[in-house]
């Protein structure tokens, strides 16, 4: 357990205990804060884990201790900035929403609604007033132009689930406590705590395998800390992730280890079936794939083996193999790899957790439905096609430079750092500087937010109530928790929600929006009625508004998840089933409701238009035209890879003292044979060098750790952007590297950028 303490504020010695889930990562470990004084001089003085959690049973990491920092950062923006004559000043909230009002409506009526843009970064799925209303406001726009962190992360993923089982969070997830052999690749849940597998104190569930007889295996070019405790690490060329898996599959056929048990009744057949896969893996044999991926051979076949052999296995991937050219070819394999050695939704195996509430797969009818359908439509200058109703972020820049009909012209950023997190930064930098107008909803002053024209902040994370809308869709275990406010915000203070609300009012021009006194809960409860009226198509009128009065009075994201959560899978139905879930009910529950281990689904969390699973998406099978183009090209000498540390995860969080102390972070890690052969030492700075002619230099550091031909660089840094306010993350600002990254290479189905595998090369740096 790590506890922070400090010293009582009042004096008096007054303390109380609540607990509060963390938002920071997937994790979302509950956390009990030792909260001292009141009213106004209220102060969290501990933070420790819970250990009467019913989903992390005590566990933290050192981002929890942190939150102390955030809450008491003085480059935390708390009130609304607006930009005069170039330069930032504090202002009202209704100053604030006057210029919005001024300026955005005319300039959309003057060039349309995809003249607007947003972008949505990470914090919109950990806080539970952006993760709902952002979507009110996404409706009320109307543009096309949407952008988020997701194709820069996890988007090969969810096109994956949308393809093959109907719904694009339809994840499976491994079955880490009743698992007996577990295969990762590009993941390290040691420093992540996971990603798209919400699993907090991974090292604790992982001895546990090991403790009964269980295996962990690591593919990964760098010995990462996941691969340290793990049984087998073996080294994999970076972006060489399907030539692996092809190998594989091709081994689990070709070795005659199909046996999909039960599975096989759930299965597409004919050209999306088990004949069409093993028709298409048959010219990448495990010897064939070997020379191109690192892995020998023998390896590949002893891995197929061993998880066919396996009475409980899962082979799970994350970011490492979904940020490459074939991220979404790497995520249907993974999936094909379970399905075809009978693990999937099955004990121990790759299951699909059943979530509380939002889980898209818990409502409708069971067992069909529309599909994941793709490119709808496309983006105007490189064609990009929209997933999941976004295009790449990668086409932010060209969509804004680019004159003509559907320039983009303004863009309200969500949360999102784009200049640091995406490729060529410093190209998103010069293309936002030439907008129209740009809003921020964010509480720090950073390297995409100083180019705005109003920056409109939110709450602290203890001055909010919280519910994890998405992750308990991906978690471990069955769960769901609620975390109340700790602190009432300050007089005049709003949440992010009602700034996403007022800003969508104005958009959807209802009177008086752009006036100072708006109703905006009267606003809100028009759009609640509309959530319950096609929740409840079908039920009378007068039923609808006695569910609708159950919901209480008070506007906002509450009223939401009470909504959620009583039509939800273990709902109370609104009295129809007493002693099911409730806001109410998980209020009296501080440490979470316990909903049990993961159990098999199928067939009624498929949503395909066949309602079985598509093993072999066509899409999908079209790729391996560009694989056998990928088979032929020979191996760059040296590439570069990200990297994660469990105190860095998003750039903000450089700022915060508790994180930002220590090491430096933002090295380049070096095999010691690359090292000696450009004449590097641990301590020296290197450069470099992208395809594109971009440079970054850094300390490097050597390790055996790294494959030889592979240099890590940890992603979010480069805080040395004049115009941003982030005090300590300026002292050490590290380099960007995206900065390395071409921001024209994606996996074409996904969108998602290429960010890992890229060729650079190194140099010392003079003196």
Wanted: aromatic fraction near 4%; include cysteine.
């Amino acid at each position: 357990m790590t506890t922070a303490t400090s010293s009582d504020v009042d004096g008096s010695g007054s303390t109380r205990t609540v607990q509060r889930i963390c938002p920071l990562c997937e994790a979302c470990c509950g956390l009990s804060l030792t909260v001292s004084g009141s009213g106004t001089q209220a102060r969290v003085v501990a933070i420790r884990g819970d250990e009467q959690d019913v989903f992390s049973h005590g566990y933290v990491c050192p981002k929890a201790i942190a939150l102390k920092d955030l809450e008491d950062d003085p480059d935390r923006l708390r009130r609304p900035l607006v930009k005069r004559e170039g330069r930032f000043v504090e202002t009202s909230w209704d100053e604030a929403y006057a210029e919005i009002a001024r300026r955005l409506p005319p300039l959309l009526a003057a060039h349309g609604k995809d003249a607007l843009a947003f972008t949505l970064g990470n914090p919109n799925v950990h806080r539970l007033g952006l993760g709902l209303y952002v979507q009110r406001l996404l409706r009320a726009a109307g543009t096309r132009n949407v952008f988020s962190a997701s194709t820069l992360d996890q988007m090969p993923r969810q096109v994956a689930s949308g393809w093959m089982y109907g719904h694009a969070l339809t994840v499976p997830v491994p079955d880490i406590d009743h698992c007996d052999f577990l295969l990762m690749l590009g993941a390290n849940p040691m420093a992540s705590n996971g990603s798209m597998w919400t699993v907090p104190d991974f090292r604790g569930r992982a001895k546990a395998m090991r403790a009964r007889g269980g295996r962990l295996v690591v593919v990964d070019p760098r010995r990462t800390e996941t691969a340290a405790i793990a049984d087998e690490h073996h080294f994999i060329r970076p972006g060489a992730d399907v030539f692996l898996l092809l190998g594989l599959v091709n081994a689990v056929f070709d070795e005659g280890l199909v046996r999909p048990g039960r599975l096989e009744a759930f299965l597409a057949t004919e050209d999306t079936g088990v004949e069409a896969l093993q028709r298409a893996v048959a010219p990448y044999v495990p010897e064939r794939m070997a020379a191109r991926c690192g892995v020998p051979a023998e390896v590949q076949r002893a891995l197929a083996r061993q998880l066919a052999a396996a009475p409980r296995g899962a082979v799970y991937s994350r970011v490492g193999s979904s940020t490459q050219r074939f991220g979404t070819l790497n995520s249907v394999l993974i999936d094909a790899l379970n399905i075809l050695t009978g693990h999937l939704d099955a004990e121990g195996g790759a299951m699909f957790p059943r979530a509380a509430a939002f889980a898209a797969n818990t409502q409708g009818k069971p067992g069909v439905g529309r599909g994941l359908v793709t490119g709808r439509t496309r983006s105007r200058v490189s064609g990009a096609p929209e997933v999941l109703g976004e295009y790449p972020t990668s086409c932010l820049a060209e969509e804004i430079e680019t004159p003509g009909a559907g320039q983009v012209r303004a863009l309200i950023s969500v949360a999102s750092n784009p200049v640091l997190s995406a490729p060529n930064g410093a190209r998103i930098a010069r293309a936002l500087s030439r907008l129209d107008f740009m809003v921020s909803i964010d509480i720090y002053l950073n390297e995409t937010t100083q180019h705005a024209d109003v920056i409109l902040p939110g709450l602290s994370s203890f001055e909010e109530p919280h519910y994890d809308v998405s992750f308990p869709q991906l978690s471990c275990r069955n769960h769901a928790r609620y975390s109340p406010p700790v602190f009432a915000p300050p007089p005049g203070a709003q949440a992010e929600w009602q700034a996403l609300l007022r800003i969508a009012a104005m958009l959807r021009s209802e009177p008086g929006a752009d006036e100072a006194g708006f109703d905006l809960a009267a606003f809100d409860e028009r759009l609640l009625a509309d959530d319950l009226r096609r929740l409840a198509a079908g039920v009378p009128e007068p039923l609808q508004a006695a569910m609708l009065d159950a919901l209480g009075p008070v506007p906002g994201p509450e009223r939401l998840l009470d909504l959620a959560l009583r039509a939800g899978p273990y709902g109370d139905r609104f009295g129809r089933q007493p002693g099911g879930l409730s806001l109410a009910a998980l209020k009296d529950a501080p440490h979470g409701v316990d909903l049990g281990a993961l159990a098999p689904r199928l067939p009624d969390i498929l949503r395909t238009p066949s309602g079985r699973i598509e093993l072999w998406p066509a899409p999908v099978a079209a790729e391996l035209a560009a694989v056998d183009a990928a088979l032929a090209d020979a191996p760059p000498a040296l590439v570069v890879v990200g990297r994660r540390d469990v105190r860095s995860n998003n750039s903000w969080m450089h700022n915060l003292p508790t994180l930002a102390k220590g090491p430096e972070r933002c090295t380049a890690l070096l095999n010691p044979d690359d090292a000696a052969r450009h004449g590097v030492r641990t301590g020296d700075r290197v450069r470099l060098q992208g395809a594109a002619g971009r440079t970054i230099e850094l300390p490097v550091l050597l390790s055996d750790e790294m494959m030889p031909g592979v240099v890590s660089v940890p992603h979010g840094w480069g805080h040395d952007q004049a115009g941003a306010r982030l005090g300590v993350a300026a002292q050490r600002p590290g380099a960007n590297l995206n900065e390395l990254l071409d921001d024209r290479l994606r996996d074409p189905l996904s969108g998602t950028s290429v960010l890992n595998g890229i060729p650079v090369t190194l140099s010392r740096c003079a003196g």
